[in-house]
């Protein structure tokens, strides 16, 4: 075998042992913040009800975006979205403030605790 092809020989043999011995990897998680809804409180009691049924019922959805992109023993990319507390804040604020108005009254805090403690 000449030196030219022994050479090429080692250069494939070369670069074939880098790709396969290796991966590229890549994982995020990204928190999805959104803005907190503005909310009122008739009073105290309606807005300490309202955080203590909040803080102790877990949040209504679990949910979580995970998206995989891979190339087997070259490339591997993951990332998963996950929803931040905002959004269980909204989502509780959305079921408590039953006319929409942007007020919690202390009829419709009780109603909120109550049927959080059902489930």
Excluded: W
Aim: aromatic share 6%; net charge negative; with cysteine.
């Amino acid at each position: 075998m000449n030196t030219t092809s022994r050479q090429a020989v080692c250069l494939i043999a070369g670069v074939v042992t880098i790709i396969a011995s290796g991966c590229i990897s890549h994982d995020e998680t990204v928190y999805e913040e959104v803005p907190r809804s503005r909310v009122e409180f008739e009073n105290d009691k309606a807005a300490r009800v309202f955080y203590e049924t909040l803080t102790k019922a877990p949040p209504r959805r679990h949910s979580e975006s995970k998206t995989e992109v891979a190339i087997p023993f070259v490339f591997d990319h993951k990332r998963r979205v996950v929803p931040g507390q905002n959004v269980a804040f909204n989502d509780a604020v959305a079921l408590c403030d039953t006319n929409q108005d942007g007020r919690i009254t202390e009829s419709e805090a009780d109603i909120f605790a109550d049927a959080r403690v059902k489930r």
